[in-house]
DNA sequence: CTGAAAGCGCTAACAA
DNA sequence: TTGTTAGCGCTTTCAG
């Protein structure tokens, strides 16, 4: 039997129903005290007129909305994918429901869904940024509403922050190709206004000047630049590489598809390290080996910062730093490891 | 400057500095004819005081929220994060934002879920239904919120839909797969309950049927079932697979691995033809070939449907179904077709 | 074209 | 414990 959503019983009708005052059938709803029997009452006449609370009407009153927004630059990238995922399990479990945005890598966009969903009185909000060169929207959030940023980490921002071992994961992978006797290994990432890009690029550097080799990295400011052109005369050519730690999981694709349309084979004819897991890399032929970053953790523990600051918890900012894992299979040049 | 929530700007306040009612400005909001000076306060007085209209109030009053629900089985499908994407992007073109829910497959997961979108005053929802034998939940639709399925289509349901030819998309498949000499073609798939499971499989008997030869088709209940023991159990010591023909993302994985913990390759040993594209089939070895679905358009077209509706379009569901495509690479036994 | 006033469904003073 | 009564921020009759 269908509900009309124009004549959905309200909390009133419950209450005429019951016979009890709205105040009573409200204290109800909010397991507050009321008398046993009223209880009871209220509870049938809820039962009998399927009623369901307006969510609207109670967060217009309780200036809250049982809703935090959730902004990711790409969706399509399993590790965004996986974060969101867990980002809901935590939301749900907590009463709450979580209002997706993707800003497509684009601060202005991501600006704007933030103030749509500031309009909307998202409690709080857990944000991949865009840029994280400055603190580039919480001059948006309304006092009270907090913010959390994962993966990336904010210049100038005090928000709490959940991001990975960026620095160790490439140092560790630069090490292991080094071990390997590679030399001209070269970086290969994307969008250098990131933090992560930034990060990655640092743990590369530090390896290869710990081994005293110079560092190759070659960058572009977006990942459609990536072209197999791109790779040859970049990375080839100038640079000559004879490895490649590529610095996330667009750059992979784009390198193991570039590599190809080079007549090159990643892992086989040049040895290959990627930052980000995901299925199948270690069913490519050579398996991939690559540094994994928890990405359900890093989205569950966002989550969790977040509700802890709902529930008014500590005022200090924190920075919660997940440890990346290096996972070597075959293309680094390892074989049969695995 | 940030804004305090607890006492943001209200519209009142806004026709307070600019001097006029709160109608009038009301009406500066909603665009409606107002003298144009006044418009020029208002907006001014919005501008200084960094007002922004609560959606709550608004939607409180209005009956509507601007918010439709969408839920997905599984995020980290590729297909499903695609089709996301698509959504979300079609939905802020149109000033809506979306809450995202997942189900997990689970048929009352998925319910509780609609309560609680329904709850929040959705306008709209669009949903990849977990269980597609019967319609297990329009019942909890109020009337007025209309509801779109998409990838799986109900029974005995009148909600608009979007699918893909999937039963043509096998078909063809097996059909290709015969035409490789092929003959003891299994086709793996889980939760038959699926709309998309029966009709892959239908498109797959037909095939068979029509080269005269016995369909052997091995399915699990869940996918958690298929292991590699499973495999050879079933698929290859009962039915002497000589080809497979994965039913979904989730099975060629599974599959891709299972096979290679049997010492096999998938496309060299046995050849394989998965349904579902994903990013880097192409790069495997032998390059997996595909029954690709359009899961940008699928989400695409969802949102349309939805949205018609809701400005208040036709009465009479729809179905739309979209083109799969079959896209031949290596591993169903050609050989550098790409 | 504009203003006053009444609510949307719910919660929370404040009394009783 | 309960009921009465204001609102939350906005839209919208209904007069002016």
Redesign the pocket.
Known sequence: MAIWKSQ?P???DVARLAD?????A??V??NA???ED?VIRVKAAMERLGYR??EL??G????RSAAIGMIVPNLSDPFTANAVNAVQEVARANGFVVILASSGGDVDVERSEIVSLVGRQIDGLIVAPADSRKDSFSDLLPNGVHAVTFDQQLRNADLDSVTVTNRRGTREATAHLLGHGLKRIVAIGARPHLYTCRERVAGYRAAMKAAGIEPRVCLVDHEGMLTPAWLKDQVFDLQQADAILSLNWVCTILSLRGLRELGKTAGRDVPMLSFDDFDLADMLTPALSVVKQPAEMLGREAATLLFERLKGGRVEPRTLVLPTSLILRESCGCRSLS
Chains 1, 2 share one sequence.
Not at 20 to 24: A, E, F, N, Y
Not at 60 to 63: D, I, N
């Open positions: 959905a309200t909390l009133l009890v005052s709205l105040k009573t409200s204290r709803l909010n005290r009321v008398n009223k609370p307006n009407a109670r217009l009153k309780a200036q």
